[in-house]
Structures are given as structure tokens and as C-alpha cells.
């Protein structure tokens, strides 16, 4: 009798610890989006029928699970993934967290789908990449580059506009794609050609203020697509601290993704520079020849505060 008691403890026992929820989470290999939830949560009561149908079709690659909040039993998994209000979703890869949302009220089962695999972000991205490139265009530092560059081209044919943007455009990602392979070759390269660019910025700002008659001369025929290449590349390195940070921050960890970022930020700053050129040059036609010679004084000197801008930050960011 004192057996079998025994036994019916045991198996007791054994049962409820069977039906402890599990205390860690298996994040294998790949993608796993896990919704965090409590019983005592309204608006999980209306999200968890939505995840439930997205648990019985996930999707392609990606293992969706949920863990309800059990007082006394499994909180350290909420503890452990900083777990700070319900429902929260969090998306693991490879065993890291890769982004999570929290506080939902509502949520169409169409959204959280484009959430999980990554949608709406790519549709942010393009969005935000085109519009920050235009601000950098138009940036403090950026505007005075190109204000003191654009008279040194030819746009006289709607072919050089298009060779414009091209130009600056391959300027733009000629230094981003530099720092996005983060190599030590491409470093030492990227750094003594904006010397190079710095220097050669110094000595034409220099011939300009001491000799504009000539000056206009001669960087009128200075081709319009080497101008824009030095208009992109000038004005991504004068920028460059936020290029990067913007970069790193929304390329989720993929070279492939920032490169397609790095693109998108290009095209964004062409096309503000097309708009400045266009506008600078039918402003510049309006001039007499006396302010034409002033304007090219102003340009010069401008290259020349430039070009020891450049040689200065550089000498510290590449210390």
C-alpha cells in the first residue's frame, strides 16, 4: 500500500513537472519570431487568434512560436529577453535579436506577416534613403562644395545633365561601397585620393581668386561629368560621419541591403544636385561680367577653405 502511494506521488510528480512551461527558448539555426503574452493582457486576447493563424502557416524559413506570461513559473524568459509589457513580438536570427515591436492594440494578420518578413522596413528604407541623400545634398557643409563646383563644368547639351547624374551618382557609391567592404586597402586608397581631390580643390580656388579672367577660361572646359564625380565624392566624405551611422543602422547587417541603401542614398543626392546645377546655371546666365568674376572669386576661395577642410578632417579621421 505504502509502494503504490509512493508510486502515485511520483507519477504526480512527474506530470507536473510535465506541465511547466518551458523556461528557455530554442532558437535555432535561422529565423524564429516569438509573440510574448499574458492572460491577464487585453489586446493580446485580440492578436493571439491572428498569430495562432500565422503559426499554423508560417512563413517560408521562419518558425513562429508564442510564450504566455505564468506567474511563478516562466518569467525569467521574459526577464531574460527584456520582456517589459505584452503582447511584444521579437524576431531572432541565428540566435540574435534582430528587431521586436511592442504594445500592439490591433494588427491585421496581412501586417504582421509583411513585419515578420521584413516588408515594412524595405518599404521604409526606400523611402528614408532618397530623402536623407536630398538633406546631405543640401547640407551645411555639402551646399558651399557645390555651390563653388558647378561653375567649373560644361552644361550647355541635356546630355551633360545626364552624365551629371551618372557622374555624382558613381561619386556617391564610389565611397560608400569604400567604407561598406570596411577594408584597410580601400581605406588607404579612399584617403589619398580625397587629398588628392583636396589638394587639386586648393590650387584651383587659388588660380580663381588670383586670376578669374582665366580661371573661367579654363574650368569651362573642364568636363561636366568629372566635375559631378568630385561634387558626389566631396560631398559624402564632408558628410560622411552621418553616411556611415545611416548606413550601418539600416543595412540590418547585410552588405547585400546596404549597398541596395547606398544606391538608394546616391540617386536621392543626384537628383538634388541636377535641381542645384539646373538652377545655378540660369542664375549665373543672369549675371553681368563684373559679378561673374566676383562670383568666381567667391567660388575659388571657397575651394580653398574646402580643400584645407578636407586635408584637416581628414589627417583626423584617418589617425
Same mark, same amino acid.
Not at 485580440?46 to 518569467?75: A, C, T
Given at each position: ?28 539555426? !535561422? ?9 491577464? =493582457?487585453?489586446? =493580446? ?72 518578413? !521584413? ?21 551645411? &557643409? ?21 552624365? =551629371? ?39 584651383? !580656388? ?9 580661371? &573661367? ?10 566635375? =559631378? ?91
Amino acid at each position: 500500500m505504502r509502494y503504490n502511494l509512493l508510486l502515485l506521488l511520483i507519477m504526480l510528480s512527474i506530470l507536473q513537472l510535465s506541465a511547466i512551461p518551458n523556461e528557455s527558448i530554442e532558437l535555432d539555426n !535561422g529565423k524564429v519570431v516569438v509573440m510574448f503574452w499574458s492572460e491577464l =493582457c487585453f489586446n =493580446c486576447e485580440k492578436i493571439l487568434p491572428v498569430w495562432r493563424s500565422i503559426e499554423r502557416d508560417p512563413p517560408p524559413g521562419i518558425k513562429v512560436i508564442d510564450i504566455e506570461l505564468i506567474p511563478g513559473k516562466n518569467e525569467n524568459i521574459f526577464i531574460e529577453f527584456g520582456i517589459k509589457e505584452t503582447p511584444t513580438i521579437v524576431l531572432f536570427e541565428n540566435g540574435k535579436e534582430v528587431k521586436r515591436i511592442s504594445g500592439l492594440s490591433e494588427a491585421s494578420e496581412s501586417y504582421l506577416r509583411d513585419w515578420i518578413e !521584413g516588408k515594412n522596413d524595405f518599404q521604409l528604407i526606400n523611402i528614408a534613403f532618397p530623402v536623407l541623400g536630398g538633406l546631405l545634398a543640401l547640407s551645411p &557643409c555639402s551646399l558651399p562644395i557645390m555651390m563653388s563646383l558647378i561653375p567649373l563644368g560644361r552644361f550647355s547639351r541635356r546630355r551633360d545633365y545626364a552624365k =551629371c547624374l551618372i557622374s555624382s551618382t558613381i561619386g556617391v557609391i564610389s565611397l560608400g561601397v569604400a567604407f561598406l567592404l570596411i577594408s584597410s586597402l580601400l581605406k588607404s586608397i579612399v584617403e589619398w585620393t580625397i587629398y588628392a581631390l583636396a589638394l587639386f580643390s586648393v590650387i584651383l !580656388g587659388i588660380f580663381m581668386v588670383l586670376s578669374p579672367e582665366r580661371s &573661367c577660361k579654363v574650368t569651362g572646359r573642364v568636363k561636366s561629368s568629372f566635375t =559631378c564625380f568630385s561634387l558626389g565624392f566631396l560631398a559624402v566624405q564632408c558628410n560622411l560621419p552621418l553616411v556611415i551611422g545611416s548606413l550601418m543602422l539600416l543595412s540590418v547587417n547585410d552588405l547585400a541591403q546596404g549597398i541596395l541603401n547606398l544606391i538608394s542614398l546616391s540617386l536621392g543626392m543626384s537628383l538634388t544636385f541636377l535641381l542645384l546645377v539646373k538652377t545655378s546655371k540660369g542664375i549665373s546666365a543672369r549675371l553681368s561680367p563684373s559679378r561673374s568674376l566676383n562670383v568666381s572669386r567667391l567660388g575659388g576661395a571657397l575651394l580653398i577653405l574646402i580643400g584645407l577642410y578636407l586635408i584637416i578632417s581628414n589627417s583626423r579621421f584617418f589617425i
